[in-house]
T-cell receptor
């Protein structure tokens, strides 16, 4: 059974810092991995989707990498801003239809 | 207009009430999903519909009853819920259930509280 773990559970950084969020999964047979952002009381916003054949995806200040064989992904946020404060969720899709989610990393960026 | 719209945003109900959650997607997608997000637990998939047919039911209690009248609308009918059912219920859609490069798009959810 696929399990997704995100470390750390919470992170506080000053504005301007570069930071890395980690995601690991137990079954490497995945179709894709998706990173989401969730603001308090809101739904999920898709940030990046990496297909199983890809190594990384970039969007603005965000870069996500995927190492399928080791079951790891990282989300790199450059030059963090207070507006980046949110919970970041990692999810993998296997052979079924479901996305399997981690519990998330709650990020707080102070000005 | 947002891609996936859920109503109501908040719902408080007693254990004997019957209510329904509504989801509507304006993205032309063929697949729709219900997820449950409880405090301190990962999101859990509840139901998947593809072209109005239920294709997955993840051992969800019968007090939750989904309905998909067309590919744009998805309902979750609630009856005789328990306090542990209090959670954020999220709807999502995707182009279809196949393929490895299709992201799921989420609504803002319905915050459900059971008294």
């Amino acid at each position: 059974k696929q399990e997704v773990t995100q470390i750390p559970a919470a992170l506080s950084v000053p504005e301007g810092e570069n930071l890395v969020l980690n995601c690991s999964f137990t079954d490497s047979a995945i179709y894709n991995l998706q990173w989401f952002r969730q603001d308090p009381g809101k739904g999920l916003t898709s940030l990046l989707l990496i297909q199983s054949s890809q190594r990384e995806q970039t969007s603005g200040r965000l870069n996500a990498s995927l190492d399928k064989s080791s079951g790891r992904s990282t989300l790199y946020i450059a030059a963090s801003q207070p507006g980046d404060s949110a919970t970041y969720l990692c999810a993998v899709r296997g052979a079924g239809t479901a996305l399997i989610f981690g519990k998330g990393t709650t990020l707080s960026v102070s000005s | 207009e947002t891609g996936v719209t859920q109503t109501p945003r908040h719902l408080v109900m007693g254990m004997t009430n019957k209510k329904s959650l509504k989801c509507e997607q304006h993205l032309g997608h063929n697949a729709m999903y219900w997820y449950k997000q409880s405090a301190k637990k990962p999101l859990e998939l509840m139901f998947v519909y593809s072209l109005e047919e239920r294709v997955e039911n993840n051992s969800v209690p019968s007090r939750f009853s989904p309905e998909c009248p067309n590919s744009s609308h998805l309902f979750l009918h609630l009856h005789t819920l328990q306090p542990e059912d209090s959670a954020l219920y999220l709807c999502a859609s995707s182009q279809d259930i196949r393929g490895g490069n299709q992201p799921q798009h989420f609504g803002d959810g319905t915050r459900l509280s059971i008294l």
